[in-house]
């Protein structure tokens, strides 16, 4: 098989695949604490977005890495928390987390560019897209949490996911 990869974009979306595969846990963490709190939307919406959406992201790095001729390894999922002080620290956390992976996405696009591997491109920039709408996502979700007034029962009630 012709190695379209470079031992360091191999090695970096490598780790971007934990890094995923990481998000998911840490929402399915969120949700577990808000069905704990009888927070359904938000437990609902948490677990499906580590479904939908985390786990489909790290299989593009999977397929990218295996069909460039590079080599998937598997890392550790660190431990992430359950434990959560209330919703607008859960909503902040998930902003947070996004911006960290917004960020982790910029890397691999900038060690592409170096690199010169142009096959890569695509993709990244399609992430780097994704990124702007997880962003945003989360950010209106926090937002429509404030415009309740933090009345978390109504504001849970109507949390949906798109």
């Known amino acids: 098989m012709v190695n379209l990869i470079s031992k360091e974009l191999n090695d970096l ?3 971007q695949i934990v890094e995923e595969l990481r998000s998911g846990y840490i929402y399915l963490g969120m949700s577990s604490w808000a069905a704990n709190k009888g927070l359904q939307g938000l437990a609902s919406f948490m677990k499906i977005h580590a479904e939908k959406e985390e786990y489909k992201h790290a ?3 999977f397929k990218y890495i295996i069909e460039t001729g590079g ?3 598997l890392g550790t999922i660190d431990q992430v928390t359950t434990d959560y002080n209330s919703v607008e620290e859960v909503l902040k956390g998930a902003i947070a987390h996004e911006e960290h992976i917004s960020n982790k996405c910029k890397e691999l696009m900038d060690l592409a560019q170096q690199k010169k ?3 890569a491109y ?3 920039n399609w992430f780097l897209q994704e990124q702007i709408e997880e962003e945003n996502l989360f950010t209106q979700i926090y937002d429509d949490f404030l415009l309740s007034n933090k009345n978390i ?3 849970d009630k109507h949390l949906k996911h798109p």
């Open 13 to 15: 979306m490598n780790k």
């Open 59 to 61: 299989m593009k790095f």
């Open 71 to 73: 080599k998937v390894e």
């Open 117 to 119: 591997e142009y096959y």
């Open 122 to 124: 695509d993709m990244l």
């Open 153 to 155: 029962g109504v504001w």
